[in-house]
């Protein structure tokens, strides 16, 4: 339950986690808190519960962390009072709408990264190499995002991350490709390979860091990607593929 107060005072938001039995301030801690303001709405992310947005008095804020931070910046029309903040409802896009007084009505499309497993690893392998996105480092503009791979062959020195934009043609071929006829019985290539970075293993992880610039333009760009590993028990090859995954640029 989350509950808005309407004084020019702090801790202006609340939330209980217990039907309402006990209450905590998220209004964040200073610098990165919500405005001695009015809070008028609050509108939290279908798809992830930490991600808030609070119309205030002065505007729009957000938070990604369950309100322990805010925006210090306003991410609003403008320093306006905000009186109605929700999600719109129905598939597509999440669309934040915002009712203000005096500059009418607004709305944004709301990107978050995604990471996504699709496909399926070389068939017949009894453990096969895994791959997915550091929670702490996800696909978002204007940060470095992380791959992470695990269950990788004990005693191999490096691994590959096959990374591509596409999940359905590479050079006109058509995807998923199988590898059989290079000695990789079982795996298929399911990714286009624009870049084959080498990451080396600790253990039976690696990771691949990857810059992502700070422009509005990538939100909702898809990247498509495979970890790939030596593993000379495998095939004739020595190579084993990991499921793919597809990965959304957000916020």
């Known amino acids: ?38 809070v008028y709405g609050l509108a939290v992310h279908p798809d992830d519960p930490l991600v808030l947005y609070a119309a205030t008095e002065v505007g729009v804020f957000a938070s990604e962390d369950g309100g322990q931070t805010w925006a210090t910046s306003n991410d609003g029309p ?7 903040i929700t999600f719109a409802h129905g598939a597509g896009p999440r669309r ?7 500059r009418g009505l ?7 990264p995604t990471a996504v497993p699709y496909g399926s690893a070389c068939a017949g392998a009894t453990n096969p190499p895994t791959l997915g996105v550091d929670p702490m480092a996800q696909a978002s ?13 004990t005693g191999q020195p490096f691994a590959w991350l096959l990374l591509g934009v596409s999940n359905g043609t590479w050079n006109g071929t058509p995807l998923p490709l199988p590898l059989d006829a290079i000695g ?3 795996c298929a290539l399911q990714t286009s ?19 992502l610039p700070a422009n509005p333009l990538l939100l909702g760009f898809a990247v498509y990607a495979q970890a790939m590993a030596l593993a000379p028990s495998a095939n004739a090859a020595g190579l084993t593929l990991s499921r793919p995954l597809a990965v959304t640029v957000g916020w």
């Open 1 to 38: 339950l989350y509950a808005c107060l309407g004084g020019f005072a702090a801790d202006n938001l609340w939330r209980s986690t217990d039907a309402g039995m006990a209450w905590q301030s998220i209004a964040g801690t200073a610098p990165l808190r919500l405005p001695t303001a009015p």
């Open 96 to 102: 934040l709408v915002l009712a203000t007084l005096g």
């Open 141 to 153: 503009v204007g940060t470095t995002m992380q791959f992470v791979a695990g269950s990788l062959p």
């Open 184 to 186: 990789m019985t079982g």
């Open 193 to 211: 390979v624009e870049a084959s970075p080498t990451a080396m293993v600790t253990g039976t992880s690696a990771q691949w860091p990857l810059p």
């Open 78 to 84: 403008a320093n306006v009072v905000c009186e109605e």
């Open 106 to 112: 607004w709305t944004a499309d709301v990107a978050r």
